[in-house]
């Protein structure tokens, strides 16, 4: 599956960013997201691949591009046994997010990318458009730290982890009405808080990087981003943990369906029998082989944002794959029109 995907989903994740950030800081978040969409779904489409969207933009009738159900890349198409090699042919799960922070694009702020992680069909969690309870932290943490135990407890298992005083650790958290207890107990226990205002998947992938001064991601954000931020960190051999969120109640911010029963009714639709389960990194992304691909709008913790110059634009991006283990930090320069002296600088 990697060989030459593993290549061309860097151009995808690029040329969503590329048209993403050129909307940077003009308080169009939507047009932010909208031209992400159709770069990365036109840049799929040239992919020999056989591909199917299970975290996109929505469903069907909701969302005209990168909807849930919509088989992308040339091998989709009816004759392709007649020009795709039978490797193309296999069929792949695709779990996208073009623009990871819409609201961060539109105000020019730091932590949005594009973003997308890819494994065999059924190796991606189809979760809902609900919320999920999220808990990243570093490898050596991995396994040890527990979703079910409160926040002073797991900085304690992570301070030993970590071989490092509960002062000096940094948890992210977002900055919403329904972390106020969090925040507070973080705080008590000694460690420091960074408040982010949207971007999590950053957030929690920044956790399997050793020297990003990230330790933990604690708190409610949406599930799809999760199984994104699960996808990677499966590949890192980091901890991820994800509960889903059913009850409207305990989000405060936005829509989740109409109340706490449609939605557990939604689930048990969904064949989500257990709606309270705690989903591990290895559940949320359990295909043997596992990529994720992400590149920078905005500058991050891990990765540049796109910077334009005469003539061209340079871009950082993160292919993470489970496969050859590897996580390669790719730094590209791309020249829109006639060649040009590169500026390194
Ligand atoms: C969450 C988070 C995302 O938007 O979905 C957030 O996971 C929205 O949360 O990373 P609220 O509904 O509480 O505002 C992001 O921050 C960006 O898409």
Same mark, same amino acid.
């Given at each position: ?18 048209? /993403? ?50 088989? #992308? ?35 020019? =702020? ?118 994104? /931020? ?12 994800? =509960? ?5 109640? #305990? ?25 309270d389960k705690c989903y591990n990194a290895e559940e949320l992304a359990c295909g043997e082989n596992v990529l994720f691909a992400a590149c920078g ?19 950082? /991006?993160?292919?993470? /794959? ?17 060649? =040009? ?5």
């Amino acid at each position: 599956m990697e060989n030459t995907l593993g290549l061309e989903i860097i151009e995808v994740v690029e040329q969503a960013a590329i048209a /993403s950030s050129r909307w940077m800081g003009k308080g169009e978040k939507n047009i932010a997201d909208q031209v992400a969409v159709e770069a990365m779904r036109e840049r799929m489409n040239k992919i020999y691949m056989r591909g199917r969207i299970v975290i996109g933009e929505g469903e069907r009738d909701e969302a005209p591009m990168l909807y849930i159900g919509e088989e #992308v890349g040339i091998c989709t198409r009816e004759d392709a046994k007649n020009y795709c090699n039978p490797d193309e042919l296999v069929e792949i799960d695709i779990a996208v997010d073009p623009c990871e922070g819409t609201n961060l694009v539109a105000y020019g =702020q730091n932590g949005s990318m594009a973003v997308l992680a890819i494994s065999e069909k059924g190796g991606l969690f189809a979760a809902p458009d609900f919320y999920m309870k999220k808990l990243a932290a570093p490898a050596q943490a991995r396994g040890k730290v527990d979703i079910n135990k409160s926040a002073t407890e797991n900085l304690k298992i992570l301070s030993e982890c970590l071989n490092r005083s509960v002062e000096e650790l940094v948890v992210v958290v977002m900055d919403r009405p329904r972390h106020t207890e969090l925040i507070a107990e973080i705080r008590q226990a000694g460690a420091r808080v960074r408040l982010i205002s949207d971007g999590d998947v950053s957030a929690a992938i920044s956790c399997g990087f050793s020297g990003t001064n990230i330790h933990a991601l604690m708190g409610i954000g949406a599930a799809p981003e999760g199984v994104i /931020s699960a996808a990677a960190m499966r590949c890192l051999g980091g901890h991820f943990q994800g =509960q889903l969120i059913y009850d409207p109640e #305990v989000v405060q911010t936005g829509l989740i369906g109409e109340s706490r029963e449609g939605n557990l009714a939604r689930l048990k639709e969904m064949g989500i029998n257990d709606p309270d389960k705690c989903y591990n990194a290895e559940e949320l992304a359990c295909g043997e082989n596992v990529l994720f691909a992400a590149c920078g709008i905005t500058p991050g913790t891990l990765m540049e944002g796109v910077r334009f110059f005469h003539g061209g634009a340079r871009t950082q /991006s993160l292919v993470i /794959s489970s496969q050859s283990k590897t996580a390669r930090f790719v730094d590209t320069i791309h020249m829109f029109d006639s060649p =040009q002296t590169l500026n390194l600088k």
